[in-house]
Each structure stands twice: as structure tokens, then as C-alpha cells.
């Protein structure tokens, strides 16, 4: 399969779950996956999820403006998103960057 | 440990960084023949082309401005990981260009790394 559309695949299931169920990621993540986000550094897929579901919104709606992949060599694919977060209640949509390195297991 | 991820990040950041806006193809030093760059979309391997691309930039002088800088061991290949946000200048503009990047470090066997993996993003 061609990996920019495993990469997008990838972004679009991440970010309709962080915005539907943030619960839902659990099962994106493992035992050595780590996050660093807004410069905190988290490890582990429990460590992260409480992170993300315990966020200071209830709800969000992320829109990808830009999607690059490239792959990381052993197997793995970095992709790197930018786009903005809508939060309820806020009038301007926050901008953000996220990079990730995932592995098909 | 992690302290030193985070120190070769950085020193790694500013030293690509100088680079870039002082002696831009002496960049050739930190790719390979299996680097690869996104530079706002366009997708280009090995260090001919990427020098090329980044020597063929339209503008002569550029002051990167580092915001913030991110890394994380990658565990499976040995390498780092580094995140950056920033602003660029260029000569005449009134206003900065916002912009991030994102960097795999890959080791050499002399202990260096260099960079396997770059993609780079203008924030608008």
C-alpha cells in the first residue's frame, strides 16, 4: 500500500478518535511509546492517554491542513501533521504541529 | 539519559541552524545518500538534490530563530528525534515566517549522526 495513504489513513483515524472517544487511543500506543507534549514528556500508554483524556476541554475538533510522510528506516513511517484545534466556547482556532513515528506491527 | 538526548538535540539544532544561515552548502556534511527532505511538500533523497534545493532557496541571507526545541530517543534505530518550532527572517520582509521542523537523527559509526529524515513546514 502507498505510504502516504497509509500515513493519512493513519492521521485521519488518530484525530477522529481524539476528537470522538480520547479514550479510544489507548490501543495506538505501547509500553515504550512516548509523548512530549507542550514540552511535558510522558511514557507509556497509560501515562499518555490520562494525559490526553484529562486535557482542560471536553470537546475539540482538529483540522489537518498538512500531512508529510517520510519512512524512519526498521520499518517505521514519521509523519508529521499541522493544522488547528477548535475548541468549544473559543473564537479562534488554535494552530499546532504534531509529529509521530508509528510502526505496523 | 535523557538529559543527553535533549543536549545532542539542541547542540544538533544549533549547529544546522548555523549552518543554514551562514554557509548553507557546507550543509552537505549532515546527509546521506539515504537522507530524505519534505521542504513544504516536495519530497527529495540523497544530498545532491537536497543541497541543491536548500542552496536554491530564493533569497541570498535567512536568520532562523529557535522557539522551541523537542527530542525523543527512537529507540528502534538508535537515533534521536527533534522537533523544532521557530521563525525565519529574511532580508527586507517586515514580518517573520513562522515555520516547524522535524528532524531523525541516525548514527554513523564514528559516533556522529546525521540527518535521515527532514521535513520542514511553513506555519501560516
Known sequence: MDPDAVAKAFVEHYYTTFDANRAGLANLYQDGSMLTFEGQKIQGSQSIVAKLTSLPFQQCQHSITTVDCQPSGAGGMLVFVSGTLQLAGEQHALKFSQRTEFFIS | MEEQIDSVGKAFVDHYYHLFDNDRAA???????????????????????????????????????????????????????????????????????????????????????????????LNY
Request: include cysteine; charged fraction near 10%.
Open chain 2, 27 to 121: 550543509m552537505s556534511s549532515l546527509y546521506q545518500p539515504t537522507s530524505m527532505l519534505t521542504f513544504e511538500g516536495q519530497k527529495l533523497q540523497g544530498v545532491e538534490d537536497i543541497i541543491t534545493k536548500l542552496t536554491q532557496l530564493p533569497f541570498d541571507q535567512c536568520r532562523h530563530v529557535i522557539s522551541t526545541v523537542d527530542s525523543q530517543p527512537a529507540s528502534v534505530t538508535g537515533g534521536i528525534v527533534v522537533f523544532v518550532s521557530g521563525s525565519l527572517q529574511l532580508p527586507g520582509e517586515n514580518h517573520p515566517l513562522q515555520f516547524s521542523q522535524m528532524f531523525h537523527l541516525s548514527p554513523t559509526p564514528q559516533g556522529n549522526f546525521f540527518v535521515l529524515n527532514d521535513i520542514f513546514r
